[in-house]
């Protein structure tokens, strides 16, 4: 379940080559210039905020599964690959794939680390906040079976703020809350959220000891894999390869070419069948998602434009959403009817996230300053993928 990936301060398009600009402080006076240029192209030239928004939507797709039977086993992805992951899983892998190249961007291009550390929390945390607070005390003393005044005496409403903060594991139920559902959560999706910003934090470190470089990404790489090898470290391993897969792809400026790309694709399509889905989805995966999100297609519109970046919101708050609907449907209730009472409602709330308050977080931002002479600054624009 994805995560949002951050506003971005320039996308390059797939005809411009990303140039990997060494770790500082600020980019020369030269590689502002084509930053600048970028900038002008980034919203137009890329497909990655449709991308982003088609993986949101596989989420809710995909949970609806699980959230009608009790279980991913009846979702078709599961089935069709032995077990191995799902739409959402997938879409999960989309998202921390897209994230990594976006962050690795956005900390090289930031004026300041300062910038970057207030851009990520005003881009991650209003919206969360928001979401976390209505459910725990609007959506749940409404629909909970306990009744108000047994709803808040119970120390569950006041420990679901805790997943706001994204430091503490995600607790998933409220007082009488979907208890009767087949799949009992209030939220599933938030767990992907503490991971993400602990990415973030690794870019940050390191940016500041000077190792946000390809090679020591791509060693990075290698490390996770043996770790998954052996079992160890759970979800933070397993997310972090696409993750950094994406951020190797933008710091080392790696060659998109559409026949490496479809060899690619299919690797990831031979992997259903032969095993190993989620490492091959990762790596190969990623460098197939980027190629095509980097290039501009005209059958593929921006809905940002239009309707603003609903990513974010669809993802944590589609699934309370269709809870809410399982409830309402009662016993026997079905995947697809699940999917048609909540694309809409999930829709509008993610609309309402953005606009009220997600676009609104991001304007208090602090502007750059224009470059003075003698002084580097970076000439970039922000759009906001997440």
């Known amino acids: 379940m994805p995560a949002p990936p951050p506003d971005i301060e320039a996308v390059p398009s797939a005809d411009m080559p990303v140039r990997h600009v060494p770790t500082r402080s600020a980019p020369t006076a030269a590689e502002q210039t084509t930053m ?29 599964f699980p959230l009608t039977s009790g279980s991913d086993r009846t979702e078709p992805l599961y089935i069709a690959s032995h077990g191995q992951t799902t739409v959402g899983h997938l879409a999960v892998i989309a998202f921390f794939a897209i994230s990594g190249f976006l962050i690795a961007q956005s900390y090289v291009c930031s004026s300041s680390r300062w910038r970057f550390v207030l851009a990520r929390g005003l881009r991650l945390l209003p919206g969360l906040i928001v979401v976390v607070v209505l459910l725990a005390f609007v959506v749940g003393p409404l629909i909970s079976t306990t009744g108000a005044a047994s709803y808040f005496s119970n120390p569950l409403p006041y420990r679901y703020l805790g997943n706001a903060a994204l430091v503490f594991p995600v607790q998933y139920s409220l007082p009488g809350v979907f208890d009767t559902n087949p799949f009992p959560s ?27 470089r390809w090679p020591a990404l791509l060693g990075l790489i290698v490390l996770a894999i043996v770790a998954r090898h052996r079992g160890q470290g759970g979800p933070a391993v397993e997310l972090s390869i696409p993750f950094t897969m994406g951020a190797l792809m933008y710091l080392s400026g790696m060659p998109r070419r559409w026949w ?15 095993g190993h889905f989620t490492l091959v989805g990762s790596i190969l995966g990623t ?3 980027l190629t095509f999100g980097l290039h501009k297609s005209r059958w593929l519109p921006d809905p940002m434009p239009r309707i603003g970046d609903l ?7 589609a699934f309370p959403i269709q809870q809410i609907a399982v409830r309402s449907l009662g016993a026997g209730a079905r995947w697809w009817q699940v999917a048609a009472l909540s694309l809409l409602p999930a829709l509008a709330a993610a609309w309402l996230s953005w606009h009220l308050v997600e676009r609104r977080a991001l304007a208090l931002k602090p502007r750059r300053q224009t470059p003075q002479p003698g002084h580097a600054a970076t000439a970039t624009a922000d759009s906001y993928p997440s």
């Open 287 to 289: 460098y197939t998602l």
């Open 36 to 64: 600048a240029h970028v900038t002008r192209r980034a919203s137009a030239d890329n497909n990655l905020n449709a991308l982003r928004l088609f993986a949101a939507l596989a989420v809710l797709l995909s949970h609806c």
């Open 260 to 274: 490496a790309a479809l060899a690619c694709a299919g690797l990831v399509l031979l992997s259903l069948r032969l």
């Open 186 to 212: 209030v939220d599933g999706a938030l767990w992907t959220l503490r991971y993400e910003a602990g990415f973030y934090v690794g870019v940050l470190v390191l940016g500041l000891i000077g190792l946000l």
């Open 311 to 317: 990513s974010y919101g669809v993802y944590i708050w």
